[in-house]
């Protein structure tokens, strides 16, 4: 019985350090997920000047060459596919925080569990242990009767 309730005891520290990791992970997670927001922020932010500046030079420039058009709508591009790329970064690091807080929650299921578990193969333990000091000292008295008897027979 002993050597259940010890490893029940033992199950629950190992669940407890595996929720510890997991909240760590999903710290881990919500700093990742934040540095992509800031990312996408900038690579947004970068976008409207460089657009704004594109735009508001075109009139002042007169009529363009098409290489020089063509260059303005590549850079407009490029910044467009940066701030995809990081919208991207940004759900994929969001999707890992959602999962990492998913296994909490799945971690704090079997902490719980093993808690119950623990306190329940504790509870048998003590019983068992409080029954068996009982049968015991029911023992120790019938061998105390018994030796009363015996002496209280021999002295008659």
Known sequence: MAALA???????????QEL??????EAEAALVRDAANRNLEAEKHAQRASEDHI????P????????????????IR????????????????????LEASKAVE????RLTVQTRDRRKWEQIETRTQTAEIARLQMVQQRESEDDVELRYGRLR
């Not at 010890?6 to 407890?16: G, I, N, Q, T, W």
């Not at 363009?64 to 850079?75: C, F, K, N, V, Y």
């Not at 490029?78 to 925080?97: F, I, M, N, T, Y």
């Not at 799945?106 to 299921?109: F, I, M, Q, V, W």
Request: aromatic residues 2%.
């Open 6 to 16: 010890r490893l029940r005891r033992e199950r629950e520290r190992r669940a407890l």
């Open 20 to 25: 510890a990791a997991l909240h760590q992970r």
């Open 55 to 58: 735009y508001r030079s075109l």
């Open 60 to 75: 002042e420039a007169g009529p363009l060459p098409r290489a020089s058009l063509e260059r303005h709508r590549e850079t």
């Open 78 to 97: 490029r910044l467009g596919v940066r701030v995809g790329e990081a919208a991207h970064r940004r759900d994929a690091a969001s999707h890992s925080l």
């Open 106 to 109: 799945a971690g704090r299921a």
